[in-house]
């Protein structure tokens, strides 16, 4: 299985100009007087997760399956930080984020040169073993998890006990996270990573060493997975194995399918579908897998991009229909 | 004159079939060195192998006197040892500007900058511009490299290749697939940039191997059968039984 990414955008061929982040932001601003605040809160985090498994999954162009064990992680190690060694919101997501890193340096050093299916065997298992890793550690509490994990101040006098205040801090580290993922794909390293997913060989012949790129995504997506696993545990004040769980694994990569691997926007949606659903079927009798197993099916069949992908390619086949040059001619 | 890239003794089997066998080979600095022999000879796999795209099975490998044998293809061609491959590869999804920047951005080593803005590849413009203008390709410079004809993503592949910078370029059919009025620019191209590099080349067209080459290399089936000027080459008995029996032309 191969996801590609649809070219990127390097400077000059971003093609419709959308000023995303100030609609982004007064969207976020406007929704909790719409939706109710935990839920976007929820969003937001698993919108922040998919996104960051997306820059493995469609810029650098492998299929990793382990990163609940960075997400997970994270939030254990957040949650033991803030339950028992009383750090702040700041320093207990940057903790996180240090743990979700070194794993990740670590999972990757052994999985990247492994290629396709093998690569994306060896980060479940890897993360299977750190599963059970966590399950035996003590600190962990095992089934029970780590439970009424307590709301730090930020910088010691910005409260996050109510659920507005905390909400705004959850979008201002999200924005934070989506900034740090668009400023790596748009930037030389994202100029290599599509040269090395296009065309491997040729990056290769070009000097490009592209293990080390590979390596390198590879830990900032863990990072950031780790940046979202720490502010789930903020919002729920919980760490529970549900979060290292291969299921977990399966689940942020199932919504960046859904809304489109390797589009800038689409593991956001997809995040925010899957939730939804999640969300409405709870209350149901109908089994909440087979109803999102369904959806994916569905969306897999008609959309195959992703809603997101197919967007753009719509978009994009306007503007090629506009053309005309004497390269058409030359096409044959 | 010294020897820029030399293969000692170097074999390559593909399970059991010796697509290379005991080739020496010694290029000399500032040569236009061409490779030549039937299709199946085993020259686009020695150019794999002196590139490191191919782990020798024995033999081998030095650049500029050192081992290289050992070396990475991508560390072999931050040294100096640039390829081009026989069936065009370029990026096809990047423009044409975009596929000489990549490769302008790994010679400068700002390829791993992932906390700038995509913005500063524009320093390289004025240089991808003039690499785009060697090969004829200016005016395509914003088209994506998948709308061109094959002939031009061949004179990119070159384009791309030249903005490594090589010391030793090696080219694997660079003419062929090329629209026929091209030929003459790339011939051209090849012979200027010869001028301060050394450059090794499979080429079947025997009249361009004439005009560019100071020595030409005959391998058939996988072992060098004559070394030598074009002219001691075309006189030799033997390279012309293999290639009349391969059914060419000399
Ligand atoms: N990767 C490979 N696996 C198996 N056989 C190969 C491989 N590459 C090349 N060969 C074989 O090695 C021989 C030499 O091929 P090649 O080097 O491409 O020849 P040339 O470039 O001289 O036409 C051919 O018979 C070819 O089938
Ligand atoms: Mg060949």
Known sequence: MVFKARSLSLPERSRFKVPLLPIGIALLAVAPLLLYPVFLMKLLCFGLFAAAVNLVLGYGGMVAFGHATFFGGAAYVTAHAFKEWGFGAG????????????????????????????????????????????????????????????????????????NMSLYYFVVIVFL???????????????????????????????????????????????????????????????????????????????????GGVGTFLGPIIGAALVLTIQNYMASTAVPVTIFIGAAFIICVMLFRKGIVGEIDSFMRRERVSGWSGEEKVELQ | MSIVLEARQVSKNFGGFHAVRNVNLRVQEGNIHALIGPNGAGKTTLFGLL?????????????????????????????????????????????????????????????????????????????????????????????????????RKRALEIATTLAMQPKVLLLDEPIAGMAAGDVPMIVELIRSVAKDRTVVMVEHNLSVVESLCDKVTVLVRGEVMAEGTYREIRDNPAVREAYIGAGYEV
């Not at chain 1, 093998?118 to 035996?136: D, E, G, I, N, P």
């Not at chain 1, 290599?192 to 070009?206: F, G, K, P, Q, V």
């Not at chain 2, 100096?80 to 990549?102: A, E, W």
């Open chain 2, 51 to 151: 590139t490191r795209f191919h782990s020798a099975s024995s033999g081998s490998i030095f650049l500029k006197g050192e081992d290289i044998t050992a070396k990475g293809p991508a560390e072999v061609a931050l040294r100096g040892l640039c390829r081009s491959f026989q069936i065009s590869s370029i990026f096809p999804g990047l423009t044409l500007r975009d596929n000489v920047r990549v490769a302008l951005q790994r010679r400068y080593g700002s390829s791993h900058q992932f906390w700038l803005p995509s913005r500063v590849l524009s320093r390289f413009d004025d240089e991808a511009e003039q690499l785009l203008d060697l090969v004829g390709l200016t005016s395509l410079a914003q088209r994506l490299c998948s709308e061109v004809s094959y002939g």
């Open chain 1, 176 to 258: 934070l996270g989506m900034l740090a993922i668009w400023r790596v794909i748009h930037s030389p390293f994202g100029a290599s990573l599509t040269a090395i997913r296009e065309n491997e060989t040729r990056a290769l012949s070009l000097g490009y060493q592209v293990n080390r790129y590979k390596l390198t995504v590879f830990v900032i997506s863990a990072a950031l997975s780790g940046l979202a696993g720490s502010l789930k545990v903020l919002v729920f004040q919980i760490a529970t194995l549900t979060d290292v769980s291969w299921q977990m694994s399966g689940e942020v990569i199932l919504m960046t399918l859904l």
């Open chain 1, 91 to 162: 320093s207990g997501l940057m903790i996180g984020v240090a743990f979700a890193l070194v794993t990740g340096f670590l999972m990757g050093l052994i999985a990247i040169r492994r290629q396709g299916f093998y690569f994306a065997m060896t980060t479940l298992a890897l993360s299977q073993m750190a599963y059970f890793a966590f399950f035996q550690a003590p600190f962990t509490h095992a089934e029970d998890g780590i439970q009424r994990v307590p709301r730090p101040n930020f910088l010691g006098v910005i409260s996050l006990s109510d």
